[in-house]
């Protein structure tokens, strides 16, 4: 948590500050909601918030093209809306409701919305990694001018896909960025117990990926380093990761209470909140309040509308049932 001095920073733009505020705002709102959702039995199934992680998520797809591809993971609310992901199409696939982005069929844990580039969530931990190397590879071989950006958290790295996809990404030089959003824990364990060495930058380093280390719950920093990586990336130089460390303060999923974590801990994260950390900064550099308190309440009042139409549309058409369902090849021919 070294947070930088409010204000402190010279050459800022404003503009992208304020559409960055927003966008966090619009996240942070978003996921309140679909709390709001779990315990009012509308959204089905899991509900993995990422309150308190804005700042990654907004400042990496910030830095990307809509061309550009994004590989997510259960927790990925913010990384979809950050893509570009229509928030009408998010709240209806949460409930489950015709119009979602997934058509209400696919839930919170495998939003995918291909018009803006999302490949998907991902329910399985450290799938979406070789996922994305696959992506970024049939980038290279088409001589395309994209790249992949692929988040995970802080227990994916002990699972064998992590090395997988790291591994083929390095060997074949494919443009991928690797984000690591390292909240301390994996689910209810806190990742120090359970992790061998340094992390995740150090196991890309092992296998000659460079890697930076930075505070996640900095916008400025994750969006500067992003940039840096995305021109290192579009230039030729293959994968890169960054390793940000931030900080949930909702429980791993709506209705966990975290009792595992030390209350002191979460309200002294509370204090290196991304939202409030930005505010300052927009503060320094001469926003008024006014201005701040009227982005906050424009879009919890454009979310509050999206949640009343989501939750008052009809579900799927039970003949959309069997829609998506893949149906090329016979599964009674032999498979030699």
Known sequence: MNAAAPGSRSNLDLPRLLQAYRLMQRIRIFEELAIR???EGLALGAIHPSIGQEAVAAGVCGRLRKDDFLLSTHRGHGHSLAKGADVLGMMRELFAREGGVCGGKGGSMHIADFSVGMLGANGVVAANIPIAAGAAHAIK????????????????INRGPFLEGLNWA??????????CEDNSFAASTRTSSMTAGAGASARAAALDIPSEQLDGNDWIAVDEATRAAVEAIRGGSGPRML???TYRISGHTAVDPAPYRPQEEVEEWRKADPLLRLAEVLRGAGVEEAELEKVAVDTRSELEDCYKVARDTAGPNEKEAFADVQDVGDPR???Y
């Open 37 to 39: 959702a779990e315990k």
């Open 170 to 179: 390095r060997v074949f030089e494919l443009p991928v960025l690797f984000i």
């Open 243 to 245: 390793h940000c460390h």
């Open 141 to 156: 071989l088409r001589g395309e001018d994209r790249i992949v950006a692929c988040f995970f958290g802080d227990g994916a």
């Open 333 to 335: 021919e032999r498979a």
